[in-house]
């Protein structure tokens, strides 16, 4: 092959050189990377792709389950599923279960995975690896396994919850059974599952603040909280930012908790807006489903754009 | 200056407690796993088993079906795992290293499919799985999970940060396009593929809602789908039971992470930071 891009090039004399040969490999190079991002773009087109735009078509639609052998026979109805969700009161009640989770859930996860973090970055020396393996444990372990243990520990006589509770002379509540407290579990609940991915980051985001930093302000004075205020948290925002964000959008999705726990119960006080749509995807309600996954998509977009705003330019 | 040792014994007693408190409802599952139907049931509960014994364990791979439905976790999620290594790996180079047309829509779409939950797509994957005549069955649990826009981004990050000078190299002495990624960048890959293969493990292994959708008659059934049934079934009673079912979900990968834990953690703080 050389030797004819050689010989070509010659021929045409003026030409310089290194173009051609330059043309005919961006062509193999070209070909090669379609080649590597085939089967790969073929699932996600069949698997991912397709369904995104497949819902978006049926949020408009009156799909319902039986349609779907007919998928032409559908009927538009504009944004009608989208003005059907906000008129529906267990959609609201739905949306107001998910930003009570996500509100006092968010703050408290990052609280306890900065804490652990923290602690384990520059309070000890020894055990680091049994500490960190113990928090991430809950991270690692199958919602389902989670949801039986954790039944029997919230029951209100007997469970472990309530007899620690009990040895300070407090009666604690029916946890899963009363509408007050059942939020309050899932959201103990999901911190605890959770908080070990927060503190991993914050561990490495940790590593980028420096020691004499720290040795240069305690010389000048400050004190721990003054030094973690002023140095390590203005240091770890693009971190906070980070969990901030993936942590959020994890819980405004929040759905395995209540699924496995209270089934949105009792008296929907923990149905969640993907609940929400998960039921009435069981009911064949397709098109209307479709619209509240895309309401909650939208929640997400906004959410996440608010908290890049907020913690980027503020100071 | 800051005294890194003075005064940290308390801080050592608070981990110790906070730990203690994180991983009980564990301790008490493993150890619960050993008891007897009527030591559960007893009024206080007891912490240690009165007469420890492998009753449940043997109930879970006898009467149960429990080998069943442990290999077919292992299978799907080792062709999950498989799958996403060599397709995000394949694509996550040539969007890294190589030029071709329609690259940048094509890196824009998978990257805004990343914020997308999963319920948008739930419905239609339903319909479509159902559709290609995939439900119960093996193909209909694996297909959906084999390639990931996260494994793309994962692998893309690790590309661009080996040095291009690598692929000139392999140019010039002669070597095809896909030999410099198969031979020359694919074995430099390994801390990325490691991070991305556990990941994918440990969501393979726990992913719950679509198999528990998917997997209809026994034969088809995953561990946590398994386990979610029978724990509101006709054995919900027998909570010994359930709590062997845990300990026997938790074990795999409680112990695919006591050994890649260092790498896993160095892995995860690279996707996270990045």
């Not at chain 1, 693009?238 to 908790?257: C, M, R």
Request: glycine residues 8%; aromatic residues 14%; hydrophobic residues 50%.
């Amino acid at each position: 092959m050389t030797a004819t891009t050689t010989r070509r090039a010659a021929s045409q004399g003026a030409e310089p050189p290194p173009r051609r040969p330059a043309r005919k490999s961006g062509l193999r190079e070209g070909r090669a990377a379609w080649l590597l991002a085939l089967p790969f773009s073929l699932l996600f087109l069949t698997f991912t792709l397709w369904p995104v735009v497949q819902s978006l078509f049926m949020s408009f639609t009156d799909t319902r389950s039986r349609d779907l052998r007919t998928p032409f026979a559908v009927a538009f109805v504009g944004l009608d599923n989208f003005t059907r969700a906000f008129g529906d009161a267990k959609f609201l009640t739905s949306a107001g279960n998910t930003a009570y989770f996500v509100l006092v859930g968010v703050p408290l996860t990052l609280t306890m995975a900065l804490a652990a973090a923290l602690a384990l970055d520059k309070g000890i020396t020894k055990f680091r690896s049994v500490f960190r393996l113990g928090f991430y444990t809950p991270v690692i372990t199958s919602i389902v396994a989670v949801a039986v243990v954790w039944r029997f520990l919230l029951q209100p006589d007997y469970g472990l919850f309530n007899t620690v509770l009990g040895w300070f002379g407090i009666d604690g509540p029916n946890w899963l059974g009363d509408p007050n407290w059942s939020m309050p579990a899932l959201i103990m609940l999901a911190s605890w599952r959770n908080f070990g991915t927060g503190m991993i980051i914050f561990l490495a985001g940790l590593q980028s603040v420096p020691w004499s930093l720290h040795e240069a302000a305690a010389i000048d004075g400050a004190n721990a909280l003054q030094r973690f205020r002023h140095i390590t948290l203005p240091l770890l925002r693009p971190t906070l930012l980070f969990v901030s964000v993936t942590t959020a959008i994890g819980y405004l999705q929040f759905f395995e908790e209540p699924f496995v726990m209270t089934r949105g119960g009792p008296l929907d006080s923990t149905l969640s807006m993907s609940m929400y749509t998960y039921q009435q995807f069981g009911f064949g309600n397709y098109g209307y489903a479709a619209a509240m996954s895309y309401i909650i998509f939208v929640v997400i977009a906004v959410v996440t754009a608010l908290q890049f705003r907020l913690l980027r330019e503020n100071t | 200056m800051i005294t890194k040792r003075k005064g940290h014994l308390w801080l050592y007693a608070v981990l110790t407690v906070a730990v203690v408190a994180v991983i009980a409802p564990f301790v008490w599952m493993v150890l619960g796993s050993f008891k007897s139907e009527g030591e559960l049931r007893q009024v206080p509960p007891t912490w240690l088993p009165e007469s420890a014994s492998l009753d449940n364990y043997r109930q879970l791979f006898s009467r149960l079906d429990f080998t069943t439905y442990f290999t077919n976790s292992i299978i799907v999620a080792v062709v999950v795992v498989a799958g996403n290594l060599l397709f995000c790996s394949m694509l996550g180079y040539a969007l890294a290293l190589l030029e071709f047309p329609g690259k940048r829509p094509l890196f824009a779409v998978v990257m805004a499919t990343l914020m997308i939950p999963g319920v948008v797509t739930f419905v239609p994957l339903f319909v479509l799985v159902a559709n290609a005549g995939l439900i119960n069955s093996l193909p209909g649990l694996i297909l959906p999970f084999l390639v990931t826009p996260f494994g793309v981004f994962l692998m893309r990050q690790f590309f661009l940060g080996l040095p291009r000078d690598l692929l000139d190299a392999g140019r010039v002495d002669g070597a095809g396009e896909l030999r410099i990624f198969a031979q020359i960048f694919l074995p430099l890959a390994g801390p990325a593929l490691a991070t991305l293969g556990i990941l994918t493990f440990l969501g393979s292994w726990n992913n719950f809602l679509w198999p528990l959708v998917v997997a209809q008659t026994e034969d088809h059934y995953t561990l946590p789908v398994a386990l979610a049934l029978y724990s509101v079934g006709q054995n919900s009673t027998q909570y010994g039971l359930l709590l062997a079912g845990s300990t026997v979900v938790l074990a795999p990968v409680l112990l695919v992470f006591l050994i890649f834990q260092r790498r896993f953690i160095e892995g995860i703080a690279t996707t996270g930071i990045k």
